[in-house]
């Protein structure tokens, strides 16, 4: 009975320290996936775990936020076309943000 409870103990130790080691190791490999994938990208395109879409009405920008990071993409919009359109698929400009700060420009 208290070999058991031992086991037991050692076994949810085990499970807690593999928990809190794999969770962070598990959220950069995403980290650099999306990094690696956003800056060989030349177009738009989305986290692999979205987790909110921003655009503002006008189109101007898009924000694309995943797990504690962030693609924000910019366009321009031409003034003298009243139409108002731009593709969602080719920014102007954009960069990626882990947790509000700046790692990647283009």
Do not use: H
């Amino acid at each position: 009975m208290i070999m058991e409870k031992v086991k037991i103990k050692k076994s949810i130790k085990r499970i807690a320290i593999i928990s809190f080691i794999a969770i962070p190791l598990i959220w950069i490999l995403l980290v650099v996936t999306d990094f690696i994938r956003f800056t060989t990208s030349d177009g738009y395109i989305q986290p692999i775990f979205t987790v909110t879409q921003m655009a503002c009405g006008c189109g101007e920008n898009r924000a694309e936020y995943g797990i504690g990071y962030c693609f924000d993409y910019g366009y321009i919009i031409d003034l003298d076309d009243s139409s108002w359109k731009y593709d969602k698929e080719k920014p102007d400009f954009r960069s990626f943000s882990i947790f509000g700060k700046t790692v990647y420009d283009k």
